[in-house]
């Protein structure tokens, strides 16, 4: 085998053959190259922030539509309280998409029913999409067992967290938070989809809020830019069931 | 180089380079998705939306420094010219998955919902507040400069536009950048729990620009080296002397006030024209005499030494200047004679 010694004076033309000295370097770099690529990918995509661990059983066709019975309460936003023999607690409903239930609730307010969706949930806290069918909330034949769970206030407190969309923050979105996400939330808390504070302690470990207005009603649209922002916020602590809720006075939600 | 329009010229080297380009693009988001979901596995998992988006927005972004970083390395190495050769390629690439990465997160960010996902993106999501612009916006930004360079990226714009314009809104690659790393900072890199990530771009910036810095400073110093003196009688200047001049290459002389001008030597022949090719501006003076033309080394435009026209069938032509020899020194008259003006070449050892 002989060996071509590189020329210095080589002079690389796209449309002509590429000089021997251009072709053994090439070799290197471009390989070099792919791998820097890959190492990148590997470093950016192994790195990203833990979307924590949530569920979605999505889909109609997916086969993961349930059946669900309870209490139904419409105001602030529709939840109900399960009264399943598997399942128990409250759980927020939301219509598909960036929508929430008030409308369709609205008629089952206070009513024993029964309701087919998908179940999202993240640590215990669930909401339930809706099916896309009028069947998906009926009176149930039998009246309820009980009612809607006695409010517990528990004094007034100040939480610092972010803002979120219930749905997406509880697993129909991986992550359902941050910056990347603002767009998101407030496009699914303007839709109706009810907010919630994720509020974390120094050890990371998070609590969520339903929040409200100050006399527990939807809460006041001029929080919904906040959305993916570190807020702190000041308001009445309540527990709804398992529910925990803060009645948000405005003046006191600060920008971080 | 070419007589007429196509939509591509296509060569063996640019169906090479074309077909490396999109392997890399694809080995590259394919690496990003795997390892997203090995990584996160359910139900800690991310959304595969998610992971599509970031790997389509990084691969935009890793692939718009390797266009960046490759005009300065062929500066500074002239064996990188064959990734410059086919770069447009790569810049209409980086728009492309741009356009993918725009198109999957405002669809799935924004759908769904009560409002047209278009409109909300741009009206801020109703989050407007003074002096506080939506990350998303600076990804618009970048987008839009990265389409014009692509929609103007083909030569038909190049000779209707004329190569100084062109040039000028292909240098709107730098907004480009600014707005994309102001996108990349204020949108994912605020929502990462590691440093690595902002690590990646901080070194992907300081690369541009070290390389730009490295190319910026090795021409100035050849420019200062060959600064040339003017002599008494003003329209002429001692350039260099004719043992600077390698053969079948070019010194470039860098006067004040004008242009920089490429003198070559062609055996014994001296010539000298502008520095500037008449494509896209490539240095001809880091060109060389292939076949007898003056040959620029980013796309091989070619012209002859003696008159700066391009062979037939091609029309392209540059400037070109007097030359003339007194004994070993070359001497220059510094004013740019019309385009395709032919000038006999100065002959070594005849005065």
New interface residues.
């Given amino acids: 085998m002989t060996k071509r010694a590189s020329n210095s ?8 053959s ?1 000089p021997w ?2 072709s053994r ?2 070799r290197v ?2 390989p070099v ?2 791998w820097v ?2 190492f ?16 979605w059983e999505e889909g109609p066709d997916s086969g993961f539509f349930r059946l669900w019975d309870g209490v139904l309460r419409a105001k602030p936003y529709p939840m109900v309280e399960l009264i399943n023999a598997r399942e128990e607690g409250v759980a927020l409903l939301v219509e ?4 929430g239930a008030s409308e369709r609730a609205a008629a089952f307010d206070g009513k024993h029913v029964m309701i087919l969706g998908n179940r999202v949930e993240r640590d215990g806290r669930r909401i339930i999409e809706l099916a896309d069918s009028p069947d998906a909330i009926v009176t149930h034949p039998d009246p309820a067992p009980r009612g809607f769970p006695p409010e517990e206030d528990l004094g007034e407190v100040t939480l610092t967290g972010e803002i979120v969309d219930a749905k997406c923050f509880l697993g129909v ?3 359902g938070e ?7 939330a ?3 808390l ?2 109706g989809i009810p907010p919630m504070l994720v509020a974390r302690d120094e050890a990371g470990m998070a609590s969520y809020y339903l929040l409200t207005d100050e006399n527990g009603g939807p809460m006041a649209a001029e929080l ?2 906040l959305a993916g922002e570190p807020v702190e916020v000041t308001g009445m602590h309540r527990k709804w069931g398992d529910l925990d809720v803060l009645h948000v006075r405005i003046e006191t939600v600060k920008k971080r | 180089m070419s007589a007429s329009y196509t939509w591509v010229h296509w060569n063996r080297h640019k169906k090479v380079y074309d077909g490396a380009l999109v392997g890399a693009v694809a080995l590259y988001i394919a690496t990003f998705v795997v390892v997203g979901k090995v990584a996160f596995p359910p139900p800690g998992n991310l959304s595969d939306e998610v992971l599509i988006v970031r790997g389509l927005g990084t691969a935009a972004f890793v692939l718009l420094h390797m266009v960046l970083c490759i005009g300065p390395l062929a500066r500074l190495d002239r064996r990188f010219a064959a990734l410059l050769y086919n770069r447009r390629h790569m810049g209409v690439t980086v728009f492309c998955l741009g356009l993918a990465h725009a198109a999957v997160s405002i669809g799935y960010y924004g759908g769904f919902g009560v409002r047209n996902p278009l409109l909300a993106m741009l009206s801020g999501y109703g989050s407007l507040v003074p002096g506080e612009w939506p990350f998303e916006w600076f990804g618009l930004m970048g987008l839009v400069i990265l389409f014009l360079m692509a929609a103007t990226s083909h030569d038909f714009w190049l000779a209707n536009l004329s190569a100084a314009s062109w040039k000028r809104l292909h240098l709107l690659v730098y907004f480009a950048y600014a707005a994309l790393v102001m996108h990349v900072t204020l949108g994912f890199l605020r929502d990462q729990s590691t440093i690595v990530p902002t690590l990646l771009v901080g070194a992907g910036i300081a690369l541009v620009a070290s390389l730009h810095i490295a190319a910026s400073v090795m021409e100035r110093r050849i420019a200062t080296s060959q600064a040339a003196s003017r002599e008494p009688h003003p329209q002429w200047i001692d350039a260099c002397a004719v043992d600077d001049i390698p053969e079948s290459r070019a010194r470039v002389v860098c006067l004040k006030g004008s242009e920089r001008i490429a003198i070559f030597r062609n055996g014994g022949s001296i010539s000298a024209v502008t520095n500037v090719c008449a494509h896209q501006g490539g240095p001809l003076g880091e060109g060389k005499i292939v076949d007898g033309c003056i040959t620029c080394p980013w796309h091989g435009y070619q012209y002859r030494a003696e008159d700066g026209c391009s062979p037939p069938p091609f029309t392209e032509k540059i400037h070109t200047y007097q030359v003339r020899v007194q004994g070993s020194r070359v001497m220059l008259n510094p004013e740019a004679l019309a385009p395709g003006t032919r000038v006999e070449p100065a002959r070594v050892g005849e005065e």
């Avoid at chain 1, 598909?96 to 929508?99: D, F, I, P």
């Avoid at chain 1, 941050?178 to 998101?184: E, F, L, P, W």
């Fill in positions: 004076d080589e002079f690389y033309v796209g449309y002509l590429v000295g251009h370097f090439l770099a471009v190259t792919l690529m890959v990148v990918a590997m470093g950016v995509a192994w790195t990203q922030r833990d979307p924590g661990r949530a569920v598909m998409g960036k929508h979105m991986k992550p941050g910056m990347t996400h603002k767009s998101c407030i496009l699914c303007t839709g919904i830019p």
